[in-house]
């Protein structure tokens, strides 16, 4: 399983195309907290990784941060098998819940031929984008 370092939340952050703001919020800390995080200049609290993987809709984050960051956590883990695919498989389910919450909003705003909320536009489309990377990626790890 790859290193899960600092470095990491940021990248999961950018590619989301999420303001540290917003992530921070989530998480309930300040920005410059979630910075220091992001620089390596402090390290998140377990409760607080596992906030962020639910944020950054990556389930496996809390794991690849224990057993990257604690020696402790290492030394009891038994790595019986490979959690990529279990994984990859939960995400595209959550990625598309999160479209199907919009789905009966976009079909009533499209009944006329026309999106008229931009907001609701906007949304669907980042869920949509997501779930697409999700299931590109489940089948990658399928195949």
């Known amino acids: 399983m790859p290193e899960c370092t600092n470095s990491e939340l940021k990248t999961a952050r950018e590619t989301l ?18 910075e220091r995080w992001e620089t390596g200049e402090s390290q998140p609290h377990p ?28 030394r009891r883990y038994i790595a019986s098998t ?3 695919l279990p994984v990859s498989v939960m ?15 976009l079909e009533r705003d499209a009944i006329d031929g026309s999106i008229d909320d931009l907001h609701l536009k906007d949304r669907y489309t980042r ?7 999700a ?4 089948l990658h790890q399928l195949l």
Do not use: I
């Open 17 to 34: 195309k999420l303001p540290r703001w917003k992530l921070a919020a989530a998480v309930n800390v300040s920005e410059s907290t979630l």
């Open 47 to 74: 409760d607080e990784v596992d906030k962020l993987a639910d944020a950054l809709n990556d389930p496996a984050l809390w794991h690849r941060w224990m057993l990257s960051n604690y020696d402790s956590y290492r």
């Open 82 to 84: 490979n959690l990529q």
């Open 91 to 105: 995400r595209v389910g959550q990625q598309l819940k999160d479209v199907l919450k919009l789905q009966d909003q």
């Open 127 to 133: 869920e949509v984008k997501a779930a697409m990377a």
């Open 135 to 138: 299931l590109g990626d489940s």
